[in-house]
């Protein structure tokens, strides 16, 4: 893969923006990558496991001479770190991010991009439960799909460079609505997170009546919810809170399905949890099939899909 940005500054160094470095350099799809954190902590980090090309202690200098800016802070701070930029942007540049939701970055962050610079917001759909500078590994994005959400006006020629990087970074690459992206997102991963952090808190009470016969026997099922339960509580408290709607529907379904089976079990209806089960097994047949996970019984994989 060859070079498709000069220079690339990333701001906020957690788990996406370290992956991305590491990808970028594994395929050298930039001369050179910038790096700022708000915290002195994680900027000492970032440079003591040479994490980025040069880091940087304003945001400002970071983005200065950048091709391509990406914001990979938690979507509640999208719109204050753009604000922050945007007098440091080069005429021409693009401006993207990672955020999990993507109707309120757009909302939040378009007001601040200064005239004759690109925005083309972005959704890597892969990660970890785990955050910070040092968690970041090249191959995260390996096989995900990443989503770009052009704006209206978005330009064609800087939209193809971005998917250029993106598949460079290994994904596969397809384009979305802002409200379609941000419904799917709530079936697919925002409903799933919350269901996984209600269970892991109901079990927790329950511990306290079993001693530790939770965890100790905690078999797969809901080994794969600790984990989910596990990530970042700053990231995905602005989730819920900027995909409210979508959020709110998808849960809204869940609870009414939720209670037909539950009645369904209360009423000894076996034939009804049967057929529920059988279409729920084909679903996830489909998404072997489609290659976006395997058969292997690895309940504990490092490798989610947020
Ligand atoms: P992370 O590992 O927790 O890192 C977050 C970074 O943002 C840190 O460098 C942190 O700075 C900075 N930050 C936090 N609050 C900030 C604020 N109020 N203002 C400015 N900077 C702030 O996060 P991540 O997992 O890489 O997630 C980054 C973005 O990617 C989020 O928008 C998330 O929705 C999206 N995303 C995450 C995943 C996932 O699975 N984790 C997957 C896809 C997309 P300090 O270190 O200095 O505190």
């Known amino acids: 893969m060859s070079q498709v940005y000069d220079r690339v500054a990333l701001i906020g160094l957690g788990l996406i923006a370290s992956s991305m470095f590491w990808a970028i350099k594994r395929a050298g799809l930039a001369a050179e990558v910038t790096g700022y954190a708000r915290s002195e902590a994680t900027r000492?980090?970032?440079?003591?496991?040479?994490?980025?090309?040069?880091?940087?202690?304003?945001?400002?200098?970071?983005?200065?001479?950048?091709?391509?800016?990406?914001?990979?802070?938690?979507?509640?701070?999208m719109g204050a770190v753009a604000q922050e930029i945007a007098p440091a942007l080069k005429s021409g540049a693009t401006v993207s991010d990672?955020?999990?939701?993507?109707?309120?970055?757009?909302?939040?962050?378009?007001?601040?991009?200064?005239?004759?610079?690109?925005?083309?917001?972005?959704?890597?759909?892969?990660?970890?439960e785990h955050s910070g500078p040092e968690s970041g590994f090249a191959e995260l994005f390996d096989n995900r799909w990443c989503l770009l959400v052009p704006v209206e006006g978005s330009d064609p020629e800087a939209v193809a460079r971005l998917r250029?990087?993106?598949?460079?970074?290994?994904?596969?690459?397809?384009?979305?609505?802002a409200d379609h992206h941000d419904l799917v997102l709530a079936v697919t991963s925002h409903a799933?997170?919350?269901?996984?952090?209600?269970?892991?808190?109901v079990a927790d009470d329950l511990r306290r009546v079993t001693d530790s016969e939770v965890i100790k026997y905690s078999a797969a099922g809901f080994r794969d919810f600790?984990?989910?339960?596990?990530?970042?509580?700053?990231?995905?408290?602005?989730?819920?809170?900027?995909?409210?709607?979508?959020?709110?529907?998808?849960?809204?379904?869940?609870?009414?399905?939720?209670?037909?089976?539950?009645?369904?079990?209360?009423?000894?209806?076996?034939?009804?949890?049967?057929d529920y089960f059988t279409r729920t097994r084909a679903i996830r047949r489909g998404i072997i099939d489609a290659g976006q996970d395997t058969d292997a019984?690895?309940?504990?994989?490092?490798?989610?899909?947020?």
Not at 48 to 75: F, H, M, N, S, Y
Not at 101 to 128: E, M, W
């Open 44 to 77: 000492d980090t970032a440079r003591k496991i040479g994490l980025c090309d040069r880091i940087c202690d304003t945001a400002q200098e970071a983005v200065e001479g950048a091709d391509l800016v990406v914001l990979c802070v938690p979507v509640g701070a």
């Open 98 to 128: 990672v955020g999990s939701v993507k109707r309120h970055v757009i909302q939040d962050v378009s007001p601040h991009i200064p005239q004759g610079v690109h925005f083309i917001p972005a959704h890597p759909l892969a990660g970890t």
């Open 164 to 177: 250029s990087l993106w598949t460079g970074l290994g994904s596969n690459v397809d384009e979305m609505d």
């Open 192 to 201: 799933p997170h919350l269901i996984a952090y209600t269970m892991v808190g």
């Open 226 to 274: 600790t984990r989910i339960a596990a990530s970042d509580p700053t990231m995905w408290r602005d989730v819920f809170l900027t995909n409210k709607d979508a959020t709110l529907e998808i849960l809204g379904r869940f609870t009414e399905e939720l209670f037909a089976l539950q009645r369904a079990i209360r009423t000894g209806d076996g034939d009804q949890l049967f």
């Open 297 to 306: 019984p690895d309940f504990g994989r490092g490798n989610t899909n947020p």
